[in-house]
């Protein structure tokens, strides 16, 4: 029986190899016209299934945006921000800055004091300075401070850019799919 659907995500966080070669404990099985990777003897799994579910992982932890690039109504729609002309170049070397593309996780868990800091319009994401491990990002400045890096060590092979002063931003992953355990014992 192949595995699909919504539990698929559950089903290939839980495993913690890649499926490169022989699977432990099982072998390759041939699907219609693609290879599937035994998990157990009832679970097989097609490669382009983890390897949507791995996408989908590294989106959900490293997409980026720079602050002020999006924007949400009082109504609840967020809107691209045509005025958004980039961040400044002080406001480009800070991590706080910078938030998560996804619906926030740890904003929720805030404080009304804390809360209290923060444009509802502007703020409605999870900002990077709160993420665990503490330095799982490394910022640099390139050609001259034209140009904002930032660097994910938890997954290795994300790459952000933006240019400050600009709307010029983005991201790419090129990277073997597998997150860093070892960062907190590495800082």
């Not at 998990?39 to 097989?44: A, D, E, N, T």
């Not at 999006?70 to 980039?86: D, I, Q, W």
């Not at 401070?145 to 790419?172: D, E, M, Q």
Request: glycine fraction near 10%; charge should be positive.
């Amino acid at each position: 029986m192949i595995f699909h659907g919504p539990g698929i995500y559950t089903v290939v966080t839980r495993a913690r190899w890649l499926c490169r070669g022989p699977c432990p404990g099982g072998e390759w099985a041939q699907g219609p016209g693609r290879e599937a990777c035994l998990l157990s003897p009832q679970i097989r799994i097609k490669e382009e299934t983890r390897l949507v579910s791995i996408i989908d992982q590294i989106d959900k932890a490293v997409a980026i945006i720079p602050r002020g690039a999006l924007f949400k109504s009082p109504f609840g729609p967020t809107h691209v921000n045509r005025t958004f002309e980039g961040l400044t170049l002080s406001e480009a070397k800070k991590l706080s800055s910078y938030f998560h593309f996804r619906e926030p996780v740890d904003l929720k868990n805030k404080t009304l004091l804390e809360k209290a800091d923060l444009d509802p319009s502007l703020d409605f994401m999870d900002s990077l300075e709160h993420d665990i491990p503490k330095g799982s990002w490394s910022i640099q400045m390139e050609r001259g401070n034209a140009l904002v890096v930032l660097r994910s060590l938890l997954w290795p092979g994300l790459t952000f850019f933006h240019a400050p002063g600009t709307k010029n931003c983005g991201y790419i992953y090129v990277g073997t799919g597998e997150k860093n355990m070892d960062l907190p014992f590495m800082l």
